[in-house]
């Protein structure tokens, strides 16, 4: 006798993990688990949950934490997030065997529906998680699903996608070089390196204890024109519009930068920067990619703005050209004592050498 399978019973199968294109062959399908495995072939998006209109009719809408629990743990169970829990491991063991976190430090967020999120949970190493540590959460942190407790610091990737909606993962840990920069309070230097200005926009959150709403919040009111947060005396976090590599790979990006630029500041010879028209060509890259950058619609002469940067990376282009009135530019650095002394030093042994 053939087999009749119902939609109550794919759930089931999904639920305990199992392959549900492993049916019989002959197995006779019910109208709505057919369209259970059709909505389920068709991929992307967000898995729409099922339910029977009063007048029997089958209706689709996207799934939210209101669903019943049921749903969600077909959800939780299904093989789209079954996927993305590994990869969550596997941005997790990136991030380890690249030192970006320490002791359980680090989380992983991404975005799974409506007012749902996958994230890594509490307490355990990023490099040796495995996807059956993963939690559901709903935008305010409430756990839906998950054997472990997730994430302290859940709120604030969940403020980050509250109010930028276009992301749909976030990343956060403690890699040392970008952390040193977000621990003396300063912003990384612009225009010197390509991949940095196309993919990275960077700001600073100031520091407030983990994990509270006031922390997430300062660092949600960056995120409209920032995609790369650094948070004062604690670490970093990133986001993507794309998926949850992309707001890794916005870690890489960051940390080789600040390593790199550490390295040149430090070779005893002024850095070189690039023109503004040369960033300009780059901001437009950036905007195509639909990065946010606050430099959109910026003068070129406004573009290069290295004041807060020490030791001493100047804008190729003399701040004065831009008339803004103020006189400080990025390269006078008259105010500099310092500086100054250093200029009257190398122009007396020139002068001396010249004589
Ligand atoms: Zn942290």
């Not at 230097?189 to 390509?194: D, E, G, L, Q, Y």
Request: charged share 25%; with cysteine; aromatic share 6%.
């Amino acid at each position: 006798m053939k087999q009749v399978i119902s939609v109550r019973d794919l759930e089931e199968m999904v639920k305990n993990g199992k392959d549900i294109r492993a049916l019989p062959v002959d197995a006779l399908l019910t109208p709505s688990a057919r369209d259970f495995l059709r909505d389920r072939e068709s991929g992307d998006g967000y898995q729409p949950a099922r339910a029977t209109s009063s007048d029997g009719a089958v209706v689709t809408k996207p799934i939210t934490s209101r669903n019943s629990k049921a749903e969600l743990d077909a959800y939780f169970n299904s093989s789209k997030i079954q996927a993305l829990k590994h990869q969550i491991c596997d941005i997790g063991r990136r991030l380890w065997q690249r030192a970006y976190v320490d002791g359980n430090g680090g989380n992983i967020a991404v975005r799974v529906g409506e007012d749902i999120a996958l994230c890594t949970p509490t307490l355990v190493s990023k490099g040796f998680m495995k996807p059956e540590d993963m939690c559901f959460v709903d935008l305010e942190g409430t756990q839906l699903c998950g054997g472990k407790k997730r994430t302290s610091e859940i709120l604030m990737h969940l403020q980050i996608m509250k109010r930028q909606p276009r992301a749909v993962a976030t990343v956060h840990c403690h890699p040392p070089y970008a952390t040193g920069f977000a621990v003396a309070g300063v912003e990384p230097p612009t225009c010197m390196i390509p991949e940095f200005e196309v993919f990275s926009s960077v700001a600073i959150a100031p520091y407030r204890t983990p994990g509270t709403p006031e922390m997430g919040k300062l660092v949600a009111d960056l995120v409209d024109e920032h995609n790369t947060i650094l948070m004062a005396n604690h670490g970093v976090v990133t986001w993507s519009h794309n998926d949850v590599e992309d707001a890794y790979f916005k870690m890489e990006i960051l940390e080789a930068y600040c390593r790199t630029i550490l390295v040149a500041s430090q070779l005893g010879k002024p850095v070189n920067t690039m023109t503004p028209t040369q960033l300009q060509d780059l901001l437009k890259i950036k905007q195509s990619l639909g990065i946010p950058d606050p430099r959109y619609g910026l003068k070129e002469c406004e573009l290069c703005d290295n004041d807060g940067w020490r030791p001493g990376v100047t804008c190729a282009l003399p701040g004065s050209v831009c008339g803004n009135g103020n006189g400080q530019t990025a390269s006078s650095s008259a105010s500099d004592p310092e500086t100054e002394a250093l200029v009257q030093a190398i122009t007396d042994q020139i002068m001396a050498r010249n004589s």
